[in-house]
Protein backbone atom coordinates (compact mmCIF):
# COMPACT_ATOMS: atom_id res chain seq x y z
CA UNK A 1 0.00 0.00 0.00
CA UNK A 2 1.20 3.44 -0.90
CA UNK A 3 1.76 6.34 1.87
CA UNK A 4 0.14 9.53 1.55
CA UNK A 5 -1.32 11.88 3.49
CA UNK A 6 -4.39 11.46 6.03
CA UNK A 7 -6.53 13.82 7.96
CA UNK A 8 -7.75 12.33 11.11
CA UNK A 9 -10.37 13.85 12.56
CA UNK A 10 -11.47 13.06 15.99
CA UNK A 11 -14.41 14.76 18.30
CA UNK A 12 -13.83 14.03 22.00
CA UNK A 13 -14.88 15.29 24.99
CA UNK A 14 -12.38 18.88 26.77
CA UNK A 15 -10.88 16.26 29.14
CA UNK A 16 -6.65 17.26 30.68
CA UNK A 17 -4.41 14.63 29.49
CA UNK A 18 -6.53 13.66 26.15
CA UNK A 19 -4.12 14.89 23.73
CA UNK A 20 -0.96 13.46 25.86
CA UNK A 21 -3.02 10.06 25.59
CA UNK A 22 -3.53 10.53 22.14
CA UNK A 23 0.25 11.90 21.11
CA UNK A 24 1.34 8.51 22.71
CA UNK A 25 -0.38 6.51 20.69
CA UNK A 26 1.62 8.07 17.85
CA UNK A 27 5.35 8.38 19.09
CA UNK A 28 5.18 4.24 20.49
CA UNK A 29 4.17 3.39 16.80
CA UNK A 30 7.22 5.95 15.71
CA UNK A 31 4.78 8.39 13.96
CA UNK A 32 5.32 11.26 13.20
CA UNK A 33 2.38 13.94 13.38
CA UNK A 34 2.78 16.48 10.05
CA UNK A 35 0.01 19.00 11.57
CA UNK A 36 -1.94 19.09 14.88
CA UNK A 37 -5.00 21.47 15.50
CA UNK A 38 -7.39 21.20 18.38
CA UNK A 39 -10.67 23.52 18.49
CA UNK A 40 -14.38 23.34 19.50
CA UNK A 41 -16.64 21.86 17.45
CA UNK A 42 -20.56 22.81 16.35
CA UNK A 43 -21.10 20.92 19.32
CA UNK A 44 -20.94 22.80 23.07
CA UNK A 45 -19.00 20.84 24.96
CA UNK A 46 -17.17 18.29 22.33
CA UNK A 47 -13.89 18.95 20.80
CA UNK A 48 -12.36 18.71 17.42
CA UNK A 49 -8.75 16.97 16.83
CA UNK A 50 -7.06 17.40 13.33
CA UNK A 51 -4.38 15.49 13.03
CA UNK A 52 -2.19 15.26 9.34
CA UNK A 53 0.17 12.13 9.13
CA UNK A 54 1.35 10.44 5.64
CA UNK A 55 1.00 6.77 6.49
CA UNK A 56 -0.57 3.82 4.33
CA UNK A 57 -4.44 3.45 4.98
CA UNK A 58 -4.31 -0.04 6.78
CA UNK A 59 -1.83 2.18 9.17
CA UNK A 60 -4.34 4.64 9.66
CA UNK A 61 -7.40 2.48 10.17
CA UNK A 62 -5.55 1.23 13.08
CA UNK A 63 -4.55 4.39 15.06
CA UNK A 64 -7.98 5.41 14.21
CA UNK A 65 -9.55 2.56 16.17
CA UNK A 66 -6.62 3.15 19.11
CA UNK A 67 -7.46 6.88 19.29
CA UNK A 68 -11.17 5.99 19.26
CA UNK A 69 -10.67 3.49 22.66
CA UNK A 70 -9.89 6.53 24.71
CA UNK A 71 -12.75 7.09 26.62
CA UNK A 72 -13.40 10.65 26.00
CA UNK A 73 -13.08 9.67 22.46
CA UNK A 74 -16.66 9.96 20.87
CA UNK A 75 -15.99 8.99 17.36
CA UNK A 76 -12.66 9.51 14.76
CA UNK A 77 -12.95 9.89 10.79
CA UNK A 78 -9.63 9.27 8.54
CA UNK A 79 -9.92 10.76 5.20
CA UNK A 80 -7.23 11.60 2.38
CA UNK A 81 -6.72 14.74 1.17
CA UNK A 82 -8.66 14.66 -1.78
CA UNK A 83 -12.03 13.83 0.42
CA UNK A 84 -10.90 17.33 2.90
CA UNK A 85 -11.79 21.13 2.68
CA UNK A 86 -8.72 22.32 4.04
CA UNK A 87 -6.78 25.38 4.34
CA UNK A 88 -3.77 26.34 6.80
CA UNK A 89 -3.16 30.50 7.64
CA UNK A 90 0.71 31.97 7.61
CA UNK A 91 1.82 35.33 8.59
CA UNK A 92 5.22 36.91 6.82
CA UNK A 93 6.89 39.87 8.44
CA UNK A 94 8.49 41.94 5.68
CA UNK A 95 10.45 45.25 6.12
CA UNK A 96 7.81 48.07 5.37
CA UNK A 97 10.32 50.43 3.35
CA UNK A 98 10.76 47.66 0.95
CA UNK A 99 7.24 47.61 0.24
CA UNK A 100 6.88 50.84 -0.11
CA UNK A 101 9.70 51.12 -2.26
CA UNK A 102 9.32 48.40 -4.53
CA UNK A 103 6.14 47.67 -6.59
CA UNK A 104 6.79 43.72 -7.25
CA UNK A 105 6.23 43.45 -3.88
CA UNK A 106 2.98 44.94 -3.29
CA UNK A 107 2.10 43.14 -6.49
CA UNK A 108 3.38 40.04 -5.24
CA UNK A 109 1.29 39.97 -2.14
CA UNK A 110 -1.59 40.98 -4.04
CA UNK A 111 -1.12 38.02 -6.64
CA UNK A 112 -1.45 35.85 -3.51
CA UNK A 113 -4.06 37.00 -1.59
CA UNK A 114 -2.01 38.78 0.97
CA UNK A 115 -3.46 40.93 3.54
CA UNK A 116 -1.84 43.54 6.08
CA UNK A 117 -2.21 42.71 9.61
CA UNK A 118 -0.15 45.05 11.19
CA UNK A 119 1.60 47.89 9.33
CA UNK A 120 4.76 49.57 11.79
CA UNK A 121 7.29 51.63 10.57
CA UNK A 122 9.93 49.14 10.67
CA UNK A 123 7.95 46.07 9.47
CA UNK A 124 4.43 45.07 7.84
CA UNK A 125 2.82 41.36 8.49
CA UNK A 126 0.69 40.02 5.70
CA UNK A 127 -1.96 37.36 6.66
CA UNK A 128 -2.62 34.62 3.63
CA UNK A 129 -4.62 31.47 3.99
CA UNK A 130 -4.06 28.12 1.42
CA UNK A 131 -2.55 24.96 1.06
CA UNK A 132 0.87 24.28 1.92
CA UNK A 133 2.03 24.31 -1.37
CA UNK A 134 0.74 28.34 -1.92
CA UNK A 135 2.27 29.39 1.81
CA UNK A 136 5.58 27.75 0.57
CA UNK A 137 6.01 29.64 -2.94
CA UNK A 138 5.25 33.21 -0.93
CA UNK A 139 7.91 32.34 1.58
CA UNK A 140 10.40 31.70 -1.73
CA UNK A 141 9.03 34.74 -3.22
CA UNK A 142 9.70 37.26 -0.20
CA UNK A 143 13.03 35.78 0.88
CA UNK A 144 14.73 37.99 -1.72
CA UNK A 145 13.20 41.24 -0.17
CA UNK A 146 14.19 40.44 3.75
CA UNK A 147 11.23 38.28 4.62
CA UNK A 148 12.22 38.70 8.54
CA UNK A 149 9.52 36.22 10.12
CA UNK A 150 7.26 33.27 9.05
CA UNK A 151 4.74 31.44 10.74
CA UNK A 152 1.89 29.03 9.60
CA UNK A 153 -1.14 27.32 11.34
CA UNK A 154 -1.73 23.87 11.70
CA UNK A 155 -4.29 22.30 9.36
CA UNK A 156 -7.80 23.19 9.53
CA UNK A 157 -10.37 20.74 7.62
CA UNK A 158 -13.93 19.79 7.17
CA UNK A 159 -15.00 16.40 5.41
CA UNK A 160 -16.80 16.80 1.88
CA UNK A 161 -18.99 13.35 2.15
CA UNK A 162 -19.86 14.00 6.17
CA UNK A 163 -23.55 15.42 7.26
CA UNK A 164 -21.52 16.42 10.17
CA UNK A 165 -21.00 14.48 13.70
CA UNK A 166 -23.78 16.80 15.18
CA UNK A 167 -26.49 14.91 13.16
CA UNK A 168 -24.99 11.35 14.02
CA UNK A 169 -25.03 12.79 17.99
CA UNK A 170 -28.72 13.33 17.52
CA UNK A 171 -29.52 9.80 15.85
CA UNK A 172 -27.85 8.02 18.80
CA UNK A 173 -29.54 10.40 21.14
CA UNK A 174 -33.21 9.73 19.23
CA UNK A 175 -32.50 5.81 19.04
CA UNK A 176 -30.97 5.15 22.96
CA UNK A 177 -31.96 8.24 24.79
CA UNK A 178 -30.22 9.16 28.09
CA UNK A 179 -31.97 8.20 31.01
CA UNK A 180 -32.89 11.48 33.67
CA UNK A 181 -30.40 12.77 35.43
CA UNK A 182 -30.84 11.98 39.34
CA UNK A 183 -30.24 14.88 41.74
CA UNK A 184 -28.15 14.25 44.82
CA UNK A 185 -30.66 14.97 47.16
CA UNK A 186 -27.93 16.17 50.06
CA UNK A 187 -26.82 18.67 47.42
CA UNK A 188 -28.60 21.43 49.26
CA UNK A 189 -27.92 20.28 52.84
CA UNK A 190 -24.15 20.03 52.41
CA UNK A 191 -23.30 22.11 55.70
CA UNK A 192 -25.49 19.89 57.51
CA UNK A 193 -23.95 16.68 55.96
CA UNK A 194 -20.26 17.36 56.16
CA UNK A 195 -19.71 19.08 59.57
CA UNK A 196 -18.44 16.93 62.31
Known sequence: MERQEYN???YTENQVGLLNRIAIIFSRRKINIESLNVSPSEI?????FNIVIVETEEVVHKLAKQIEKQVEVLKVYFNPNQDVIWQEMALYKVPT????EKVLVERLL???GARAVVIRKDYTVFETTGHREETDSLIKALQPYGLIE????ARIAI???SDGFHSKLQEFE???PSEEVAE????NDREQVFTM
Open 159 to 161: IKA
Open 150 to 153: FVRS
Open 110 to 112: REN
Open 97 to 100: DVIA
Open 8 to 10: ITA
Open 184 to 187: NEFL
Open 174 to 176: RRE
Open 44 to 48: EGIHR
